[in-house]
């Protein structure tokens, strides 16, 4: 009996284990599919969403980046200065001595300043300052000398530059030199040019006893022409005349010259060639000026460190002026050359007062800072 049990109940076991794991199985199921049902059901704005953990980052993560509130663009470019335009007027017609202004015009150093500078030639030397004193001009060159005698005469004029440092100009005498000739000039006749020639060479050639003699003939005024008047035997000598070029050119025509320099004479020594500026506006373009005259520093120690270089850029760039009279004034043009154009020598501007006064034709010394400047300091 016993034994037909155990027999029995070994299917009875297996069928009943194996229906409880199908009714498992068939429970797990169902509650699969009910949580497949909840994840794929569509989203609306009620839907409650959660994100996990790691994808949130704290506010004290390192490597948090600030997200750009608007659009970056680059920034314009800056517009450069507007350009200043100048108008200088030479003293004469345009020669080497001026070789500093068109050194910085070809080499584009007025441009770097800003500057835009138009150099004229005036038909008539004695307009420049006239033109500057009424505004038509911004700059005009002169002579030292000429620079006193028109301030004297109320002209709003003041030097602040130097392009040349010794005088260009002297006393142009017709025929050779002759030892102990003082006689001899007293009793030549003489031409001038400017006022220069005529209020300060004249007078230290001609005494006073000599003028006022029967026989006496007053110095004429060249109107700017001397070889005309010398080839005409109008006069003996030009009191103020170039000495670089005139006594070549004379020399050309068959007349034979020898030179008699200022400080022959006693007349102290001057700047040759300075360029002025209306001192009614002079503190207002002072900027202006310090441009300029920077421009012209970095010109004449250009010229000086390349001298062949810089006389082909002025013959090309002016050929006019490629000739064996200018080729053979060159080299003393350069040692005359101011290598520091701004800068002022007051005790030769005061001197030159001291001595304008001595001699009569002034009536008061003027301070030197109503003659000329330094641009730089203003």
């Given at each position: 009996?016993?034994?037909?049990?155990?027999?029995?109940?070994?299917?009875?076991?297996?069928?009943l284990?194996i229906t409880l794991?199908?009714?498992?199985?068939?429970i797990?199921a169902?509650n699969?599919?009910?949580?497949?049902?909840?994840?794929?059901?569509?989203l609306t704005?009620?839907?409650?969403i959660?994100?996990?953990?790691?994808?949130w980052r704290?506010?004290d993560?390192?490597?948090?980046?600030?997200?750009?509130?608007?659009?970056?663009t680059?920034?314009?470019?800056?517009?450069?200065?507007?350009?200043?335009?100048?108008t200088?007027?030479?003293?004469?017609?345009?020669?080497?001595?001026?070789?500093a202004?068109?050194?910085a015009?070809?080499?584009?150093?007025?441009?770097a300043?800003?500057l835009?500078?138009e150099?004229?030639?005036p038909a008539?030397?004695?307009?420049?300052?006239?033109?500057?004193t009424?505004?038509?001009?911004?700059?005009?060159?002169?002579?030292q000398?000429?620079?006193?005698?028109?301030?004297?005469n109320g002209?709003p004029?003041?030097?602040?530059?130097?392009?040349i440092?010794t005088s260009?100009?002297?006393v142009?005498?017709?025929?050779?030199?002759q030892v102990?000739?003082?006689?001899?000039?007293?009793?030549l006749?003489?031409?001038?040019?400017?006022?220069?020639?005529?209020?300060?060479?004249?007078?230290?050639?001609?005494?006073?006893?000599?003028?006022q003699?029967?026989?006496?003939t007053?110095?004429v005024?060249?109107?700017?022409d001397?070889?005309?008047?010398?080839?005409e035997?109008?006069i003996?000598a030009v009191?103020?005349?170039?000495?670089?070029?005139?006594?070549?050119?004379?020399a050309t025509?068959g007349i034979?010259?020898h030179?008699?320099?200022?400080?022959?004479?006693?007349i102290p020594r001057?700047d040759?060639?300075?360029?002025?500026?209306?001192s009614?506006?002079l503190?207002?373009?002072?900027d202006?000026?310090?441009?300029?005259?920077l421009?012209?520093?970095q010109?004449?120690?250009?010229i000086?460190?390349?001298?062949d270089?810089?006389?082909?850029?002025?013959?090309s760039?002016?050929?006019?002026l490629d000739?064996?009279?200018n080729a053979s004034?060159?080299?003393?043009?350069?040692?005359?050359?101011?290598l520091?154009p701004?800068?002022?020598d007051?005790?030769?501007?005061?001197?030159?007062?001291?001595?304008?006064?001595?001699?009569?034709?002034t009536?008061?010394?003027?301070?030197?800072?109503?003659?000329?400047?330094?641009?730089?300091?203003?």
């Amino acid at each position: 009996m016993l034994r037909c049990l155990s027999r029995c109940w070994h299917p009875i076991l297996l069928s009943l284990i194996i229906t409880l794991l199908f009714y498992n199985s068939a429970i797990y199921a169902n509650n699969g599919s009910e949580e497949n049902s909840q994840e794929t059901a569509p989203l609306t704005l009620d839907t409650d969403i959660e994100v996990p953990e790691a994808f949130w980052r704290t506010m004290d993560s390192e490597n948090v980046e600030e997200v750009p509130t608007m659009a970056q663009t680059p920034a314009q470019p800056l517009e450069p200065p507007p350009v200043k335009r100048v108008t200088l007027m030479l003293d004469w017609y345009l020669s080497p001595q001026h070789v500093a202004l068109v050194i910085a015009q070809e080499r584009g150093l007025y441009a770097a300043q800003g500057l835009e500078v138009e150099i004229q030639s005036p038909a008539d030397p004695s307009i420049a300052i006239k033109l500057l004193t009424a505004g038509e001009v911004d700059l005009a060159l002169t002579r030292q000398p000429l620079l006193h005698l028109h301030a004297h005469n109320g002209a709003p004029i003041t030097r602040i530059a130097t392009l040349i440092e010794t005088s260009l100009t002297a006393v142009i005498v017709t025929g050779e030199e002759q030892v102990g000739a003082g006689s001899t000039l007293a009793g030549l006749h003489y031409g001038y040019t400017t006022g220069e020639g005529r209020d300060l060479s004249i007078p230290r050639l001609l005494p006073r006893s000599v003028q006022q003699t029967d026989d006496f003939t007053p110095p004429v005024n060249l109107h700017f022409d001397p070889i005309r008047a010398m080839r005409e035997n109008q006069i003996d000598a030009v009191a103020d005349g170039f000495y670089h070029y005139l006594p070549q050119q004379l020399a050309t025509e068959g007349i034979n010259t020898h030179v008699i320099r200022f400080d022959e004479l006693d007349i102290p020594r001057h700047d040759g060639l300075v360029v002025l500026a209306n001192s009614d506006t002079l503190v207002r373009r002072a900027d202006t000026w310090s441009r300029f005259v920077l421009a012209l520093e970095q010109a004449s120690h250009w010229i000086i460190d390349n001298p062949d270089a810089a006389w082909a850029l002025l013959i090309s760039a002016h050929p006019v002026l490629d000739n064996d009279i200018n080729a053979s004034a060159w080299e003393d043009i350069l040692r005359r050359m101011a290598l520091s154009p701004a800068a002022l020598d007051n005790r030769r501007y005061a001197g030159f007062e001291t001595f304008l006064h001595q001699m009569g034709l002034t009536q008061a010394t003027l301070p030197v800072s109503r003659l000329a400047v330094d641009p730089h300091t203003l």
